[in-house]
């Protein structure tokens, strides 16, 4: 005898009631503009205080300003909602790529074939790379795969 | 639900939920069979029991639920109080939140004051410790194979407990990988088809919401040599809700966490940690019972909830 059926039977009602407060406040860090900075010097702080400042003055796309002074460029890319922020990042080779953890749960950023994986990022914690090769590295979160993204690595 | 009509050992299925502490499951000739709140249950039967819990992360201090430690604390307690206690607990994974041995060591003593054995299989939160889930497995795996997956038989019920956290790929779902798969062909190549099993492990064995990663990649491989079983059983954590399938002879059921609910698929931006009214926590944490009963009994199928 063959038979076939689904109950999602969580808690539906409860549940219902609930959906709506966590949407709203789980849109409120949904922004995602691009990180966008040049820093003088390779410090991981100073970089995510130049990007809130960036932010201010309004983020250009995705890609990273020349330097003035031909120290390391930095570029932050968010953690949040389950997504990375930007997902694409083109960056000069030789730069430093920070990550940041904005979520209430752990995350692990790591190559796609494991040339570099970040510990286990709580909430707030960064991990950075250099990426010191044109080309293209693409990444996932080694503990929610289906969180992806891509560094774009120009001359 | 209306599954009703000519039942048999196949595919049968009763579940009732019960919010905020657990759900009792029986498996009357091998099939789940709810029984009721479970201490009206446990009094009821005379069969062999077990426990699930899932998602203790302990570790865990966010907003969601800033004392993980303490509801886990309630739900000991609750297995504490049972007039019977189960013969053992499963624990499908996700015992720590960040795998730091403090927090391995917290979770097993306070798991331990049940008096009650516990099979464990890892969640990805248990294999965070840079070298492969050492941690996990100096206190988990002894006797098991490859990254800490096992089977044993109690009471004419076959259990199998899997791993389907490690080496993800990037853009996947969970994994169970070729090892293992073979592994499992292997362990089941000697069981009659008419052996009840029941398998556990951390991520759903079947695909509850692409997504948000809620699946496994190559569970369609293990399920399949399952397909000649009369009764199989699927208990897994990992989406901290209860969630349950029948599909041919495979009966599905996920369990709630006893650290902090997560939201129902697709409700959300994100299946991160979901934040309620501190006083309704409690009602969508929990733990589930089985409850194994041999015998023919024609069973009725039917899914209900009980709001607390």
């Avoid at chain 2, 389907?164 to 000697?190: P, T």
């Avoid at chain 2, 990663?213 to 199989?232: H, I, M, N, P, Q």
Wanted: some cysteine; charged content about 15%; aromatic content about 8%.
């Amino acid at each position: 005898m063959k038979r076939s059926g689904t109950c999602i039977a969580a808690f539906a009602a409860l549940s219902l009631v609930l959906v709506g407060a966590t949407a709203a406040s789980n849109a409120a860090v949904s922004d995602r503009e691009p990180d966008v900075i040049a820093s003088p010097r390779p410090n991981i702080a100073y970089a995510i205080f130049k990007t809130i400042v960036a932010r201010k003055i309004g983020a250009l796309g995705g890609m990273v300003l020349a330097s003035n002074n031909a120290a390391v460029p930095e570029t932050v890319i968010r953690i949040a909602n389950f997504t990375f922020a930007p997902p694409t990042l083109t960056v000069h080779v030789g730069s430093s790529v920070t990550w940041k953890n904005e979520d209430d749960m752990v995350h692990v950023v790591k190559e796609q074939n494991g040339a570099f994986t970040s510990d286990a990022l709580d909430t707030g914690d960064t991990f950075s790379h250099t990426f010191s090769q044109v080309g293209t590295v693409d990444y996932f979160c080694a503990i929610h795969p289906h969180m992806t993204g891509r560094i774009v690595v120009e001359p | 639900m209306d599954n009703i009509g000519k039942i048999d050992r196949r595919g049968a299925l009763e579940c009732m939920i019960w919010a905020g502490t657990g759900v009792l499951w029986g498996l009357s000739g091998g099939v789940p069979k709810s029984l009721g709140l479970l201490g009206e249950a446990m009094a009821a039967e005379s069969g062999f029991t077990f426990l699930q819990i899932s998602d203790s992360h302990i570790g865990f201090n966010k907003p969601a639920n800033p004392d993980a430690l303490g509801t886990l604390r309630q739900a000991v307690a609750k297995v504490k109080a049972l007039a019977r206690k189960p013969d053992f607990m499963i624990h499908t994974g996700d015992i720590t939140h960040l795998s730091k041995p403090t927090e391995f060591d917290t979770a097993g003593a306070l798991i331990g004051e049940t008096g009650v054995p516990v099979h464990y299989v890892p969640g990805e939160h248990d294999f965070l410790d840079g070298n492969q889930g050492k941690a996990y497995l100096d206190r988990y795996g002894s006797g098991t194979k490859g990254a800490g997956w096992y089977s044993f038989d109690d009471h004419g019920v076959h259990f199998i407990g899997l791993v389907n956290v490690l080496d993800l790929r990037a853009g996947g779902l969970g994994r169970l990988g070729q090892e293992q798969i073979a592994w499992l062909a292997d362990d089941l190549s000697s069981k009659s088809s008419s052996t009840p099993i029941v398998v556990f492990a951390h991520i759903p064995l079947w695909t509850v919401y692409a997504d948000w990663g809620w699946g496994t990649d190559d569970s369609a491989a293990a399920l399949s040599l399952l397909k000649r079983f009369g009764s199989v059983t699927v208990l897994n954590g990992h989406i901290h809700q209860i969630v349950q399938k029948v599909e041919g002879n495979i009966t599905f059921h996920t369990a709630r966490s006893t650290a902090f609910p997560q939201p129902v698929p697709g409700t959300a931006p994100s299946p991160g940690p979901m934040t309620v009214p501190a006083e309704q926590l409690r009602s969508m944490l929990g733990i589930t019972s089985i409850e194994v009963r041999m015998g023919d009994k024609p069973l009725a199928v039917i899914d209900s909830t009980l709001a607390s």
